[in-house]
């Protein structure tokens, strides 16, 4: 079973709505990230939660870490085009060691005009 | 500045061929990595390297060999890979392998193998 379940899988918003993303552990997270992909392209880093309730906002992206540490959202507040891609979630899961980050299967969004 | 960038964009190489990926980063970065993205499917780890040493290989073919010449630079050597290995290769390094240090991302190389 995947570790970091995402949902939903795809969203398609027509411009200016609001969009929420849910990226669920059954672990408790360490460290959460963000993450956005534009199809064939590198990952570009939107924001790290680590405090159980911790919540970051970048122009209108909102992301939260819920108090129990395993479950975040991601949401964003009046869409735009440039907002489409896949969206990733990150995580180690483990307490000690090296860096794995596993990652859900993303979210891809599609922004209507 | 959390540039890292990676060559060659684009590749295609047939099963007997030999070729290198290359990665580099100037942000004084000791951790790198390197990931395997399939079409549609999340990036999957395949090695770490932790001050030049390798950390992590998640049980990859030998046919891949990574080697970090030194602290900016990662390479992923290719040897007679199989056309299931085709996919977008991501490098990515981060301050150290602590899990709150954010990896920064390549914009990938894509492979394809005939």
């Known amino acids: 079973s995947q570790e970091l379940e995402q949902s939903p899988q795809s969203l398609i918003v027509q411009e200016g709505k609001n969009l929420t993303i849910n990226c669920t552990s059954s672990?408790?997270?360490?460290?959460l990230y963000w993450y956005k992909q534009k199809y064939g392209e590198g990952l570009i880093f939107l924001m790290m939660?680590?405090?159980?309730?911790e919540e970051k906002s970048h122009e209108k992206i909102t992301a939260k870490l819920d108090e129990k540490k395993q479950q975040s959202s991601l949401h964003i507040t009046a869409s735009q085009p440039s907002h489409a891609g896949i969206y990733l979630c990150?995580?180690?899961?483990?307490?000690?060691?090296?860096?794995?980050?596993?990652f859900g299967q993303g979210t891809r969004l599609t922004i209507n005009p | 500045d959390t540039e890292v960038t990676q060559t060659p964009k684009h590749l295609v190489m047939g099963m007997t061929n030999k070729k290198s990926l290359k990665c580099e980063q100037h942000?004084?970065?000791?951790?790198m990595y390197w990931y395997k993205q399939k079409a549609k499917k999340p990036p999957e780890l395949m090695f770490v390297y932790s001050y030049e040493k390798l950390s992590i290989n998640e049980s990859v073919p030998s046919r891949f060999s990574p080697e970090c010449p030194n602290s900016s630079l990662l390479n992923l050597h290719l040897h007679a890979l199989q056309p299931e290995d085709s996919a977008l290769y991501l490098c990515?390094?981060?301050?150290?392998?602590?899990?709150?240090?954010?990896?920064?991302f390549g914009p990938g190389t894509r492979l394809t193998v005939l």
């Open positions: 939660l680590q405090k159980g309730g």
């Open positions: 990150g995580a180690d899961l483990r307490l000690q060691g090296a860096q794995k980050l596993v």
């Open positions: 942000m004084g970065h000791r951790a």
């Open positions: 990515a390094s981060s301050q150290t392998v602590t899990s709150t240090d954010t990896q920064y």
């Open positions: 672990k408790t997270l360490y460290g």
